[in-house]
């Protein structure tokens, strides 16, 4: 039973195309997040969903845009990709919020744009 | 600003020596503190949590707020320690709901 997935797992496109990630939480939280994490593996807050609604939303593109269809699931649309997007991103989910409650993170989707 | 400085990108120790990951932070208020840990090839879990006091996997982390640290230690390393270690204050400013702000990371190597 994976808590937290995230499709694909890996992706590798173009400069200037549109794609998505998805992120699925079986785990019943109310709280879910989008991170990157970059060539040196640090690793920054792009968005935070709570009950459907944006919470957060840190300095990030507006390229990118997180969409929450049901608490469950937060996926993250990506338009006219950019060299500097190659990162991995990775999904999480809590509880709560997430200064209380521990994050459970997926196994990240590493995009490569060429 | 609010920010928290992990300031060794890598250590490398040998095994059955004591490891010491550091970790200082620069809060205005009293932030909670966790330390979360990414095995290789494995998705980043959550390792322990100032506000629980435990030892996990023989890891202790003690807050001191006089010198705004929260670094991870454990007196004898082993080689599946070998692993990033993320340091993670949340902050509790208005509008940031708990947020949590990692670290750079610290890649610790235990040699056998």
């Known amino acids: 039973d994976t808590a937290v997935s995230q499709t694909p797992k890996y992706l590798v496109t173009q400069m200037g195309n549109d794609k998505s990630i998805k992120c699925e939480q079986n785990?019943?939280?109310?709280?879910m997040y989008w991170y990157k994490q970059d060539s040196k593996k640090f690793l920054k807050i792009m968005f935070s969903?709570?009950?459907?609604?944006?919470?957060i939303n840190e300095t990030v593109p507006n390229r990118f845009s997180p969409k929450s269809p049901d608490k469950a699931h937060l996926n993250l649309h990506i338009n006219s990709l950019e060299l500097g997007d190659s990162a991995v991103y990775f999904c999480?989910?809590?509880?709560?919020?997430?200064?209380?409650?521990?994050?459970?993170f997926g196994p990240g989707t590493r995009l490569t744009v060429t | 600003a609010q920010r928290v400085t992990q300031p060794e990108k890598l250590l490398s120790v040998f095994k059955g020596a004591p490891v010491e990951l550091k970790c200082n932070y620069s809060?205005?208020?009293?932030?909670?503190l966790f330390w979360y840990v990414q095995y290789s090839r494995q998705r980043l879990q959550l390792l322990l949590r100032?506000?629980s006091r435990e030892s996990i996997k023989g890891f202790t982390a003690d807050l001191n707020k006089g010198e705004t640290s929260f670094h991870l230690k454990k007196p004898f390393a082993q080689e599946e320690d070998s692993a990033m270690y993320y340091c993670?204050?949340?902050?509790?400013?208005?509008?940031?709901?708990?947020?949590?702000?990692f670290g750079k990371g610290t890649k610790l190597s235990v040699k056998p």
């Open positions: 993670a204050p949340s902050l509790e400013s208005q509008g940031s709901q708990g947020n949590l702000i």
């Open positions: 100032h506000i």
């Open positions: 969903y709570n009950n459907k609604e944006l919470i």
């Open positions: 785990l019943g939280h109310d709280t």
């Open positions: 809060y205005s208020g009293s932030p909670e």
């Open positions: 999480a989910s809590s509880r709560g919020l997430a200064g209380v409650y521990e994050q459970y």
